[in-house]
């Protein structure tokens, strides 16, 4: 790791106002020694500078919602019928061999830092992208999934997933980060929810759960009926006891709820609900583009951000979306909520990092916080627009250079 100095026509720390011709500089620690007007960020002898010209600088990208070993798995729209497309996404895995997950979670890892992205949220239950990470130097949490519909398997299930997380813990080091994924209300027992929050709240694990997605999920919940509950009783699984919970109240009522929660998704989800989240300190991941892939509906974003509910955008893995494109998913959430670019930019910077609650470290541009950061390419005849405008009107393809603990981890060959 070794320092450096970035300037470009506009920096944006998120935490602070934009700098026109700004600098960064990242000290040999893989930290931001200093950020601000270019005249004042100093230019210590020895450590290489770069100047980005027109370009806009801000911090790394973090995306709360991933699901890496399914990179290359894009095809076909999402279909209608949500049950019977996680049906098949989950057979289409099952064909698979073992070390293509590892490839896909490399491809992906590669594909996030291309578009800017420096962090990520990840739920897999190959294990690979806990190792994808840990052997790239990355950063982001890496939740292990587990299953289990059975009341009767609930044991079972939670030994496997705390076996699989033990053999994990290698690849825990640096800012590599494990935790639980505790599937979604459709595929996790009741008593399994329960008991994997116990255990993840033993060993200090952070959560993140697939919830309030589908009316099917809803109804499965609340009345035993619908495409999940069909699906159930083909294989002989009782019913949830008792019935008559949202999806939220459910996880709620089975102590999953916590600071250390991230739940994805929540669109079926209104005032009783939220409330639940805020009093107990959950955070979201807002999928919008993935939401409205599926025909879920429109997550009550305004309603969550009102509440004071930690918020993320998050992308949802390519096989319900196609390219991965969170500035996409900030712009899908400005439109949603009526948004200022200011705030939307937030939701993949600052918000998402307070989500994870890594905001100690990430989301922002400030002395003190790891230096990663990304450099966006601007077009030329479009000087007037705000930057934050700017930045949230780019693409994948305007990324010109990624840096995460300031190590150069991406570069756009293209001029600038
Ligand atoms: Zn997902």
Redesign the pocket.
Known sequence: MSARRLSARWVLPIETPPVERGAVLLGPDGRIAAVGPDAYVPRPAGVPAEDFGSALLLPGLINT?T?LELTGMAGAPPEADFASWIRGVRAAKALLPADRFLVAARQGLADCWAAGVTTVAD?GDSGAVAQALAEADGSGVAYQEVFGPHPDQWDESLRGLQRRVESLSPYARGRVRLGVSPHAPYTVSGRLYQATAEWARSEDLPLAV?VAESPAESALLARGSGAFAIAWRGRGIPMPEPLGRSPIQWLDEHGVLSPRTIC??VVQARGLDIGRLANAGAAVAH?PR?NRAHGHGDAPLAALLAARVRVGVGT??VV?VGELDLLAEARAARALAGLDAGRALGLCTRDAARALGLDAEIGGLRAGKWGDCTVIRLPPDRGVAAPEELALSSSPRDVVATYVGGRDVYRNSRPL
């Open positions: 919602h699901h739920t697939h994805i998704h999928c993935s949802d893995s319900s």
